[in-house]
């Protein structure tokens, strides 16, 4: 049965990291830590995928990952090559980017969202043996990656190599997914809940407070910050999360985004920062600044328009990756049931038109899912500095 409340989170955060990049609005950081949000909703799928099928869930969580990327490289890196970008046996990244692939000057920042896959792809190998450290020591487990974050923050590990810092700053969300997936958060008691997401929040606002960006308080610019408040708002949305959000689909219409949105994440994701950047001439030719709200309305408004079309013409490979039959709007087509399946669903206690939507976000421990897709406000800088949430 699908819960649609994870799938407006979804959808949520990837209208935030469209409008955080065009408009740089250091706020909507902290209004809605997107990326941390969308690391834990990723961990939660990934766990109940490793429960039910054991480390092969790892080839098929790569499968499903890798060919959307392998679709933006064959059209992005013969363009950087011809721009100035040498071939070295580097390039090869771009089919499995565990590290940070080669661009040139025009595709670091075009590209700059394939931070995330790198990282999706670090979690993902690491998490068999995360998941039995969290099912055998959960505490010390979900603790690990921010005290390491805080040593490195703090100085007490000074030069921690990019991967232990990364680790650091979002594994610890994606480890908030284990314990969602588990049922963790939803028992917690009001009288450790609420102290402790209010101790998180105080902690990092403070920390933020303290320590401001080139950008102010902005959490992209603090990893401390970011992480902390972040873990706040996880442990609120997953930990305090309804058991269902039917309301979502009395609109149709909106309910039809809602899913568009969520069987095309990672396209939109890996894709709009391109259209952000060929965008961004605007500006100076028509006299449109980021105190122009109409402006920037307008620019949104061309950013998902952009990306609506490429989502249209390349999005279909998201289908084919997770084995579902491609569809150019997703959400349309509503399989027949037979009746047996439907009397065998339904001693099962499963919801026989939900479970007719293939491939649509399952309350954790029922279905697996497609790959979702940190994000900055265009700024030129390359690793951590051009990514955000």
């Not at 902290?30 to 039910?52: I, K, Y």
């Not at 994701?269 to 028509?286: G, N």
């Not at 279909?316 to 990756?321: K, L």
Request: hydrophobic share 55%.
């Amino acid at each position: 049965m699908r819960n649609r409340y994870l799938d407006l989170l979804r959808f949520l955060a990837i209208v935030r990291v469209v409008v955080y990049h065009v408009t740089g609005w250091a706020s909507l950081t902290l209004l809605f830590p997107a990326m941390s949000v969308m690391f834990a909703l990723a961990g939660s799928l990934m766990a109940t995928s490793l429960l039910r099928s054991g480390p092969t869930a790892v080839g098929r969580r790569l499968r499903r990952l890798l060919p959307s990327l392998w679709v933006l490289a064959a059209i992005f890196v013969p363009a950087m090559l011809l721009t100035g970008l040498p071939l070295t046996p580097k390039v090869l990244l771009w089919l499995f980017p565990v590290a940070d692939p080669p661009a040139n000057y025009w595709g670091a920042l075009a590209l700059s969202p394939i931070w995330y896959l790198r990282d999706y792809l670090w979690f993902v190998l690491a998490s068999p043996v995360a998941l039995w450290l969290f099912r055998h020591y959960p505490l010390p487990t979900l603790l690990a990656p921010y005290c390491l974050l805080l040593a490195i923050e703090l100085g007490i590990y000074p030069n921690a190599p990019g991967v232990l810092r990364e680790f650091g700053l979002y594994f610890g969300a994606w480890l908030l997914g284990f314990a969602h997936q588990a049922g963790m958060l939803r028992r917690l008691a009001n009288r450790v809940l609420v102290p402790t997401v209010l101790a998180l929040a105080a902690t990092g606002g403070a920390w933020l407070l303290a320590h401001p960006g080139p950008r102010g308080y902005d959490l992209n610019d603090n990893p401390l910050g970011n992480a902390l408040w972040s873990a706040a708002f996880i442990l609120v949305a997953l930990g305090r999360a309804p058991a269902s959000a039917d309301w979502v689909d009395r609109n149709p219409v909106f309910g039809r985004a809602v899913t568009v949105l969520n069987r095309r994440a990672l396209t939109v994701y890996l894709w709009h920062m391109a259209f952000v950047v060929a965008l961004t001439p605007l500006v100076d030719v028509v006299g449109w600044s980021h105190q122009d709200l109409l402006g920037l309305a307008i620019r949104v408004m061309l950013v998902f328009l952009l990306v609506g079309v490429v989502t249209a013409l390349v999005g279909w490979v998201e289908d084919v990756a997770a084995g579902r039959p491609p569809e150019l709007i997703p959400g349309g087509r509503r399989h027949a049931v037979p009746a047996a399946h439907r009397h065998a669903e339904s001693r099962r206690g499963v919801a026989p038109d939900r479970a007719a939507v293939p491939g649509e976000m399952a309350v954790p421990g029922q279905r697996d899912r497609a790959a979702e897709p940190r994000e900055d406000a265009v700024s030129g800088r390359r690793g951590r500095d051009v990514t955000g949430s």
